[in-house]
């Protein structure tokens, strides 16, 4: 994506004295960045690095008694007057203070930019300015910013300004000035002076008080509370002020551990961390045949898609299920509800207004319900560039602000599960696997409940399963899975295939083919270190009420016991829920509504 536009860093290196100039350099040369680096200075560091730009003047001429920001201001000005030079579309502002830990650590950081928003004004570590003193508006989505980001932060976010919610003042939310990522074209319209005369552009550096938070100023100015809209927090790169919040040690251990690929506010002269021998920057080897297909780098923001399966019957369902989207969630990169093509015009209004991609199919006419199922296991392919899929019912509502990082522990992906081993209530008959599948003639057992899975994956797969995955929505999945789980089954049943197997299963509850469970075995056997296991069995789940599922085959108003998820008990069946999160449940035996009026729901 960094390849539709024309990127730049830029730095200035102050005084020996002051900059720690050696170690910094010495720390971009042991990790070069991918764009154009620019380091311009007023004092000579030829030696240490060839080619960097020596201004004619020094910044101190902007100096003043009333304004000590002053000389940083002209620093920064001076940078962009080079960019807008350069023909940067955008500029990316370190310090000497800065410290990087990767080859190609600016790319991490444009990439995670571009990706979250690549039509953002700017980037990086936010700082918010009276977050509750210009509107309601303005302080929900401060709140919404805070929830949001904060699985992904080291640190609380900064927040300051001396107005209480009751004076009506200005606000803003701007980056640190560090690591922060600018767009130049609205810098540029917003600050004509930087390609004015140097008296103008001196001028503006001594007039301004600081550049990061007149910028803020500025932009809050243009969009008032859209400006949140117009801003990305970044987690690749860490940049503050002070030792209060966090250490110089602190910040130092987060490069070396390859928690984030920068970080500011490094007074010493430390060179960074040590450089990685080149045999570990090589290639890596070939992947065994069952190794995961893809490697997720860990400094990489990772891309997280959210997938509905459902049809025209639980229509009314969905309708909540993606209100609910659009109210309560955020961070997921792609949404995309998937239905038999037949039920389009219907979904088409809903999935507009919720920014979710409707994608409708020729559907199995014959094995329906294993025909969701299907592409429940195909979710990589329908959503090629997410790491992470979550999967959703229409049956299921998001009921508190989330994002993909509530499911995500360290790294990994929470699983909750129970082992088969608990739902027993009888030792099993030599031949019941075979007459779940339908082999001997004999009636099924339905009192085993979630046991029957077990017959069913191991069946599939053709080895024993311990694990039963299918407990809580969302079930979340690494996009290596599911082409391991097709890969599988397809070996094993060479003649008809993935898909054939699918189809040849029997259709009917219980199904013969179960796809959570298969891929929770798959997750299990092949790949687990990369899952958060989460044992059910005497322990609750942990993030109770943030989706909750209801029961679509027993009705909008059939009493349901929500248990610890709400904590108000009249709110006992799934209607009474639906009004309560303000999505507004059907009742039953309605019309249809029009597409029109689907919309004007919204």
Known sequence: MSDKFKLGILVYVAPPNLAHANAFFANLKNFPTKHELVIYSDHDYAKEWPGYLKLNGSVEVAKTDTNRMAVNNLVFFTGLRIAAN?????????????????????????????????DALMGGSLVVFNPCSFSRKGAELFEELLIRTKAS?????????????????????FPNGCFAIYRMDWLLKT??????????????????????????????????????????????????????????????QWVIDGKIVGVHQVKSDWPGPEPKPMKDLAPPPKLEADSPPVVVPALMPLKCGLLWVTHGKDFEWFVCSAKSYKKFARGWIRAMCIIPKQDEAQFRPICEACGIELKPLEQWDDKPFNWHQLQKCCADLHLPDCDIIYHLD??????????????????????????????????VDVDEA???????????????????????????????????????????????????????????????????????CRDTHPQTFCEFNTLGAIAHKYFEDKYEWWNLHGREYPFLGKVIQSHSHSGWDTEHDYGKQIADKTINTPRKLMISLGLKGMKPGRPKKSAQTVQETV
């Open 86 to 118: 350069k023909g940067f579309t955008h500029v990316l502002i370190i310090e000497h203070d800065c410290r990087v830990g990767t080859a190609g650590w600016d790319e991490i950081i444009w990439n995670e930019f571009l990706s979250k928003n690549p």
């Open 153 to 173: 932060r080291f640190l609380p976010m900064s927040v300051f300004g001396p107005n209480p919610p009751g004076w009506k003042r200005i606000s803003c939310v």
């Open 191 to 252: 600050f004509p002076e930087i390609t004015g005369t140097p008296e103008q552009y001196i001028g503006l550096s001594m007039k301004l008080k600081t550049w990061d938070y007149a910028i803020g100023f500025r932009l809050w100015q243009e969009f008032n509370e859209d400006t949140y809209g117009k801003v990305v927090h970044l987690d690749s790169a860490y940049s503050g002020y002070g030792n209060v919040l966090s250490t110089e040690e602190e910040r130092k």
């Open 394 to 427: 229409a049956d299921s509502v998001f009921a508190q602000p989330c994002t993909p990082d509530d499911w995500i522990v360290d790294g990994k992906v929470l699983m909750p599960y129970t082992h088969y081993s608990a739902f027993l209530t009888r030792p």
């Open 434 to 504: 075979a007459t779940f599948q339908g082999f001997t003639g004999k009636k099924i057992d339905f009192s085993r409940g979630q046991y029957n899975w077990k017959f069913a994956v191991e069946f599939a797969l053709g080895h024993e399963v311990e694990r039963e995955c299918m407990a809580w929505q969302p079930i979340a999945h690494w996009r290596f899975v599911y082409e391991m789980a097709r890969k599988k089954i397809t070996e094993r049943y060479s003649k008809i295939g993935f898909d054939g197997y699918v189809r040849s």
